[in-house]
């Protein structure tokens, strides 16, 4: 059981603690800096924020003494763009940069690799540390795949990767996501890369090429602890599952109020659960009929319970982002921030929720502290 969770937000990075009267806001860091993601690095007791200052651009800062204080650590850099390199267009004809424009997936390597980590970003690349954040490397084969310039941006204006799955088993073996550009997956570390999205459908493109694997578009990737063949997908026109390691993808259709959304979470014991928060797609993207729900299954979605106690069922615009849905290691306890500034938890599994802020700014992510 996690006592202790870390809320990333427009204006700051807030960090949650379990005391004797239960949960509270125990301290504020950064406040008033854009914070996109927050790690807590088991393996070292580090906890790693990312920043993203607009003007000043991304920066990274790892703390200690569990955020009481900060160091700034070197952000992930691009290398120069090679003289007389013609880019391929994507499918929205805009070429992508090769500059950091946010950290969107931070993740600690496995157990036996003491100071790896592993960054996804926007415009695309995968970063990977081996000192523990000192230093960064472009990840090359899979920057240079020609098929990774055909990726294309969802909601953000380029594409970028939001989802590293390190499988527990082998930490050589590691899967991303790609908005939009499906799931990849390396078995060797990063040397070599295959698309793993067979069965995957993008309804926003040509009836043609729906089923192509290089144009989907998961919201977030995630992947079953203790069965790491088991992986969930929240995808942009609904919810997919993978019970073979990702070999093929399953869609999951007739989910009440909506299959839409960005954050998913699966129970790290048990495969066949799994928590969305559904919302109205597209350019609406609000809680369906203002009733912010949480949609969970125990069935490996062959049902789904849409779970409101504690959570406010008229006149509610909060729409909770890819990261900002998290279950604890118990799979008992979690926790939702929205954009409108919300955050709630849930003690048992999500069949109950209590509201523990109401004003805080827009949440981004939401991340306890594991033990592995």
């Not at 795949?145 to 294309?152: A, G, H, I, L, T």
């Amino acid at each position: 059981m996690s006592n202790r969770c870390f809320v990333s937000t427009r204006k700051g990075l807030f960090t949650l603690e379990r005391g004797a009267a239960g949960w509270r806001v125990a301290r504020a860091s950064f406040v008033g800096d854009n914070c996109t993601l927050a790690l807590p690095d088991p393996r070292s007791g580090h906890l790693i924020a990312a920043l993203n200052h607009g003007h000043f651009g991304v920066k990274l800062h790892r703390s200690h003494d569990g955020g009481s204080t900060w160091t700034e650590i070197p952000a992930p850099k691009y290398p120069e763009k090679p003289a007389g390199y013609v880019p391929k267009l994507p499918v929205e004809g805009t070429p992508v940069d090769w500059a950091l424009k946010l950290v969107w997936a931070l993740e600690p390597g496995g157990p036996n690799e003491p100071g790896v980590l592993w960054c996804g970003t926007l415009p695309g690349g995968l970063f990977r540390s081996e000192d523990g954040g000192d230093s960064w490397e472009l990840n090359r084969p899979l920057w240079d795949d020609p098929r990774r310039e055909q990726w294309f941006g969802g909601g953000a204006d380029q594409p970028g990767i939001h989802s590293i799955c390190v499988d527990p088993r082998d930490a050589r073996h590691v899967k991303v996501g790609v908005s939009c550009g499906g799931v990849w997956t390396t078995r060797d570390g990063g040397g070599h890369w295959e698309i793993t999205a067979k069965g995957m459908r993008a309804e926003f493109m040509p009836a043609e090429k729906q089923f192509e694997e290089n144009v989907q578009d998961p919201h977030l990737v995630v992947q079953c602890r203790s069965n790491p063949d088991v992986l969930w997908v929240q995808h942009h026109n609904g919810i997919f599952r993978s019970t073979d390691d990702a070999a093929s993808w399953t869609e999951i259709t007739g989910v009440k109020p909506s299959a839409f959304g960005f954050a998913v979470a699966v129970h790290p014991a048990n495969p066949d659960v799994a928590w969305f928060v559904p919302g109205v797609s597209d350019e609406k993207r609000y809680p369906v009929d203002g009733r912010v729900v949480v949609n969970r299954t125990q069935d490996g979605g062959k049902t789904f319970e849409t779970l409101t106690r504690g959570l406010p069922q008229a006149h509610a615009y909060d729409l909770a982002y890819r990261h900002a849905l998290d279950v604890d290691e118990s799979g008992q306890t979690l926790a939702f921030g929205s954009t409108t500034g919300s955050l709630w938890i849930s003690e048992d599994s999500g069949d109950s929720w209590d509201t523990l802020a109401s004003n805080l700014p827009p949440v981004y992510a939401v991340r306890f502290e594991k033990q592995t």
